[in-house]
């Protein structure tokens, strides 16, 4: 069974610094793994999309890298800013079977300072 | 439309009641799912319709959940006899595969009184 876990599970860094969220799953055998941003009440953005041969996607100031034979992923944020604060998600769809399900982490909570 | 739409965005209901939940995909997409966020549960799976395909059902937690898609597109996801830890907030979300990028509505909140 595909399990997703993230660390930190909250995270508060001065506005300007570099910072990295973590993602590890049990089960390498995905199809995609997906980073979402969730603000407080509301749905869930989806930041980068990164596909099983893919290493890393880039979109802007972030930067998402991908290690399937040891089942991590990271998310990078660079010049972070108090806009960036959220709950940010990670979610893995496993390989094979019926359906499309994401299985998701349980999150980390930014806070930058400003 | 330009996102994934969802109605209501708030319900409140009495315990035992049955309330309809509706989710609007993006136009287009053949794939539509429900999650559910609860707290102390995290974001988990219910349903996949994909096309004329049958959905995949593996996740609604009882028998008291059902949902359909009409046409293709829109979706209402029931609640039968609401309990109080049905309470959460359920999100919809399609893709315009079953294999790509998932965009989420920006879910319904369901408080059972």
């Known amino acids: 069974k595909q399990e997703v876990t993230q660390i930190p599970a909250a995270l508060s860094v001065p506005e300007g610094e570099n910072l990295v969220l973590n993602c590890s799953f049990t089960?390498?055998?995905?199809?995609?793994l997906q980073w979402f941003r969730q603000d407080p009440g509301k749905g869930l953005t989806s930041l980068l999309l990164?596909?099983?041969?893919?290493r890393e996607q880039t979109s802007g100031r972030l930067n998402a890298s991908l290690d399937k034979s040891s089942g991590r992923s990271t998310l990078y944020i660079a010049a972070s800013q108090p806009g960036d604060s959220a709950t940010y998600l990670c979610?893995?769809?496993?390989?094979?079977?019926?359906?499309?399900?994401?299985?998701f982490g349980t999150g980390t909570l930014l806070a930058v300072q400003p | 439309g330009a996102g994934v739409s969802q109605s209501p965005s708030n319900k409140v209901t009495e315990k035992g009641k049955d309330v309809e939940l509706r989710c609007d995909p993006i136009s287009g997409h053949t794939a539509l799912y429900w999650y559910r966020q609860s707290l102390g549960q995290g974001l988990e799976f219910l349903i996949y319709?994909?096309?004329?395909?049958?959905?995949?059902k593996s996740g609604l937690p009882s028998d008291r959940f059902s949902a359909e898609r009409t046409g293709g597109s829109v979706s209402t996801l029931t609640i039968q006899r609401t309990q109080q830890e049905d309470s959460a907030v359920y999100l919809c979300?399609?893709?315009?595969?079953?294999?790509?990028?998932?965009?989420f509505g920006p879910g319904t909140r369901l408080t059972v009184l």
């Open positions: 319709f994909q096309g004329n395909s049958a959905p995949d």
């Open positions: 990164i596909q099983s041969s893919q």
């Open positions: 979610a893995v769809r496993s390989h094979g079977g019926a359906t499309n399900k994401l299985i």
């Open positions: 089960d390498s055998a995905i199809y995609n």
């Open positions: 979300a399609s893709s315009s595969t079953g294999q790509n990028e998932q965009f």
